[in-house]
């Protein structure tokens, strides 16, 4: 096969703003699990999961089935937001299995097929309800490209490429972005000083885990002071799950942990569990002040996606092995993290399964995930500089493939520096 010519098209027809194809130049033609197969036979360990939209793996078989079932029976696709049975039973297993258990009275929004679109249903809402403009948001956040989650993203480079100027939203530092600073104190400050120029806001939207923006973990306690602060000020807290939800830090919800009680949560990613588009933005019950057709989308009532997230809910989320798995897990995770920290000075940082080491030299996480690439692995950077080697495999893969992975990046580390030593 000539893959040469089988590759020109993505450089003639496809827009320059693609990015994984430039990490991982290769063309996959199969995914099963954990592992990705290229047209030329090659097999790769995927420690990435669709940037954490593939929790249980590549077509998951158990998932698999229902769909396939749904789809041989003509069964609805699209519906915008008409009433159809895989809807019902979509809200029907996730008021059963996740919501009532954990005492969340929440309404359920389909705001559209992504992450972004939750977000700006979150923070619509937000103004909606309050009648007031500005958002809190904190630094190295990431909550999606659209223009309104954009503008509560913290990445220069994302925010520049939005050609317009980006406002009504005030920046916070996140948990030790001032390192012992208590972040909370400065930011009760200037909620309680009426001379500090931040305006009342609607919300403060907060990611518990900040993947994109470094893998920087919030603290229970920080994260508990932050809710009472915002209580105390009628501040409504909206909690990005998108890509640290459906048990990724290993409780459904990243936020339970921390025994916190958002007012709105965004889900998306994981959520249909089989890697097609599916999210939602939940809200406590007095907080659905919308009128009928007032927010909408023409794919807001994907039915394949309620298909396999209602599998997924039956499956993994009726009792929590699946959380036990992810602790053990991350276990293996983090001993292997810390002894390649120990050894080159590096920093660790991560919760359940999602993981990341940052080096004293900025330029060698690139050079590491370009290695294990070559070897088999797919391993991405995050940060603000990519300084950052994330780790985010599906939950459900082998402990003795997640070994050998380890294994894998422990290799890659060792030719990295190695060649970083050489160059200078």
Known sequence: MDTQADTRIFDQLESEVRSYCRMWPAVFTKAQGHTLTAEDGREYLDFFAGAGALNYGHNNPKLKEQLVEY??????????????EAKREFLQTLDDVVLSPRGLDYKVMLPGPTGTNAVEAALKLARLVTGRT????????????TLGSLAVTGNGSKRAGAGVPLSNVTRMPFHRYLGETDTIDLLEQ?????SSGVDKPAALILETVQAEGGINIATNPWLRRLQNLLKRHEILLIVDDIQVGCGRTGKFFSFEAANLDPDIVCLSKSLS???VPLSVTMFRRELDVWEPGKHNGTFRGHNLAFVTATAALNEYWRDDELTKAVGRKSSTVQETLHSLADEY???VRGR??????EFETPEVAPLISQAAFERGLLVETAGANDQVVKLIPPL???EDELARGLGLLEECVHDAHREVAVAS
């Open 71 to 84: 789809i041989q029976k003509d069964g609805v696709t699209h519906s915008l937001d008409m009433m159809t």
């Open 134 to 145: 500005n958002v809190l948001a904190f630094t190295n956040a990431f909550h999606g490209m």
């Open 190 to 194: 200037h909620l309680d000083d009426s």
């Open 273 to 275: 569990g089989y890697g």
């Open 345 to 347: 000075g590096a920093q």
């Open 352 to 357: 359940g399964m999602i993981n990341g080491i």
């Open 396 to 398: 459900t893969i082998d």
